[in-house]
Antibody, heavy 119, light 105 residues
Framework: QVQLKESGPGLVQPSQTLSLTCTVSGFSLTSYHVHWVRQPPGKGLEWMGVMWSDGDTSYNSALKSRLSISRDTSKSQVFLKMSSLQTEDTATYYC?????????????WGQGASVTVSS | IQLTQSPSLLSASVGDRVTLSCKGSQNINNYLAWYQQKLGEAPKLLIYKTNSLQTGIPSRFSGSGSGTDYTLTISSLHSEDLATYYCYQYNNGLTFGSGTKLEIK
């Protein structure tokens, strides 16, 4: 079945770079787009960016200068890197796959990776 | 497009009909989805394109609306519907509403 799983460090120091991996199974990254969404503790959801199935990327304009999304199709992995982290970047980070035939509606989500930015 | 959800907190009893609202700052052209998020879990897709029910979602959930105003309705509230509900627009950029927390009386 379709699965996504985020992995990465739980703790990152301020000003450092966050690196997260989304490992997927049950579908191909060349057939489905994968989005990243984050959620600060007790707050709402924020769309971060997307790895399109053709390998192109799009980013939230508010994060674009700090954010990079890439992939390794041979390993079924999508990577998120975000630089210059601050305490307000403390959040749970989710990767999510879109509905079949859709570009933007996310129907399958990972469990989330909790990231704390603190010294 | 900014999304405003109301109310932010809703308390209702099992069996009640519940209506959640989502209003856009601009026309959303029906490109609106609803997600349910239970405590400690990832969001779950309920409705997309205003009124299309995601596979496996109970029929007590329904969506409606047009233009800037959209609604999620739960026809008969179940105890397991305790959650926060987010609307999400994908007409112009991608944004989520701030959520409606649904409590069971």
């Amino acid at each position: 079945q379709v699965q996504l799983k985020e992995s990465g460090p739980g703790l990152v120091q301020p000003s450092q770079t966050l690196s997260l991996t989304c490992t997927v199974s049950g579908f191909s990254l060349t057939s489905y787009h994968v989005h990243w969404v984050r959620q600060p503790p007790g707050k709402g959801l924020e769309w971060m960016g997307v790895m399109w199935s053709d390998g192109d990327t799009s980013y939230n304009s508010a994060l674009k200068s700090r954010l990079s999304i890439s992939r390794d199709t041979s390993k079924s992995q999508v990577f998120l890197k975000m630089s210059s982290l601050q305490t307000e970047d403390t959040a749970t980070y989710y990767c999510a796959r879109v509905l079949s035939g859709d570009d933007y509606v996310m129907d399958a989500w990972g469990q989330g990776a909790s990231v704390t930015v603190s010294s | 497009i900014q999304l405003t959800q109301s109310p932010s907190l809703l308390s209702a009893s099992v069996g009640d009909r519940v209506t959640l609202s989502c209003k856009g700052s601009q026309n959303i052209n029906n490109y609106l989805a609803w997600y349910q998020q239970k405590l400690g879990e990832a969001p779950k897709l309920l409705i997309y394109k205003t009124n299309s029910l995601q596979t496996g979602i109970p029929s007590r959930f329904s969506g409606s609306g047009s233009g800037t105003d959209y609604t999620l309705t739960i026809s008969s509230l179940h105890s397991e519907d305790l959650a926060t509900y987010y609307c999400y627009q994908y007409n112009n950029g991608l944004t989520f509403g701030s959520g409606t927390k649904l409590e069971i009386k």
